[in-house]
């Protein structure tokens, strides 16, 4: 297992056998700690998903689901709606049947990984690590939350199809069935999250760094694996560019809106510290990140020099593993491949973080755990190796109270939203989305105030100018919504149409017409020929000599 390569047998040349008691352990343990989640209802994401989505309270044909996005002509996951559909039939629209269907998913994950691990680091390490993946508290928001869901079937498929492919290259060559399994598991990947067209990047990684052997049947049984992953992808993304009108198809955040590549690229330098505490010790969990406290500026500071000195301490941790553990490389491989698609750099995404794509990476993170605890107990005494698993067994015990006490902050929104401001306070998101909450629940001064908040600490994104300024303006406190309504033409009309249209008005009930004489007019050079009127109207107010009119019009 030298210079970065291991057998394809397991230890003393006998051929690793799956460690189904393992896997049963893990899938029993990501189950119990998920069990809470039971008694949780349709929060935040899943209300709009689910509970108020009309595609998925009546089962139709299959197929039909192929020809429709997401969620709002954004993402293309319809193996995750079918899924939606099929548990509001089996539930009767309630809550229980999707949260149970999550806890058996969390459960399958678990014990489809700790096939995996244990297939490629064998014996305790990969079983114990294969346990600290299952209670792991970063996996909570997937579980809980319900749209959660698609975390939870992509990694399903990706560990699954991973396990196929290594046992086929360890038996070789790949039959007919294998590479039927591995094409179908990778288009169950693809058809439930995006991160699932990374399939074929980490079985190569695994290839390259555990299973190369360099023989002419080797190179045969690699194309074909790879090729049999890889193919069903390409009828996805056909058919998501289709449905979506591009390969991306979704909303950037507005904290990401107008970032190249290399800003992106420096906004993820700043994250990948966020990444690494999550992976490996997430004491501290919040369900929403943005900025201030997470910048999104494409300005190098210092959450970017610790993301330097993360990739490089990674780095060495490579040149180290490279012929002592060769699978801690891998692992390190998985996770950056994982991320990837999440990141933000490839194409911006709606999200800066969120704990629930970690899912994914988190079987990598895993999986450089069980490497390293193998390379440690590797010659070492008894009493050494009986501690480090003791140590391993008491950070599971951790992760799994930390994941019990988690799961309850899904119970409801009026748990949830609360929960937001207080883990992350420094975050405008989280405010903005209790502000939110605060509405439907006619709590219009809490409202106000959290919009406040969010605007003072952030702002940038226009859907808060728009939600305080629709607040303020119904209150009839127009004067107060004009500055809120300034940066108007920072955003595109078409985009937040609302937005300048309710500027023009409170600055007619003012009576102050040439400010909105140059709103209109700025709005009609857009090539708008909605605003010709308005502008005729303000000229007209301009030339009487209008202070102010008696009636302003609705938007």
Known sequence: ARAGTAPVTGPGGRAVRPDLAGAAVAALAAMVVAAPALANGFTYDAVVMVQQNPAVHALRPPWTYLGESYWGGQLYRPLVVLAFALEWAAGGGAPLAFQATSVVLAGLAAFLVTLLLTELVPGSPGRLAALLFAVHPVHVEAVAGIVGQSELLVTAAVAAAAWTYVRGRRAGPFTPARLAALAALALVAALSKEQGFMLPFLLGALEFVLLRRDDAGAHRDVRAGLLAAAAPLALVLTLRTAVLGSAAGAVVAPALAGLDVPGRVIVALGVTPQWVRLLLWPAHLQAEYGPPALSTAPVVGAAQALGLACLAGLGA?????????????????????????????????????????????????????????????????????????????????????????????????????????????????AWKVYARHLLGTGDVRGAEAALRRALALWNGDPEVHEDLSLLLRKDGRCAEAVPVMAAVGRWPDEAYPQLRARYFHCLAELGRWEEAARVARDAVATGNAAWVPLAARADSALRAGAVRPSSAGTD
């Open 317 to 429: 941790l490579c040149w180290w593993a490279r012929r002592r553990a060769p699978a801690a490389i891998a692992g390190i491989a998985w996770t950056a491949l994982a991320l990837a698609p999440v990141s933000n750099v490839p194409v911006a995404t709606g999200i800066v973080l969120a704990e629930r794509t970690l899912y994914l990476p988190s079987v990598g993170a895993m999986l450089l755990v069980a490497a390293l605890a193998a390379a440690l107990a590797d010659g070492a005494a008894g009493p050494a190796r009986r501690a480090l698993a003791a140590a391993l067994l008491l950070a599971a015990a951790l992760g799994a109270a930390r994941s019990v006490s988690r799961a309850g902050a899904w119970r409801s929104n009026a748990t949830l939203f609360p929960q937001l401001v207080a883990e992350a306070p420094e975050s405008y998101r």
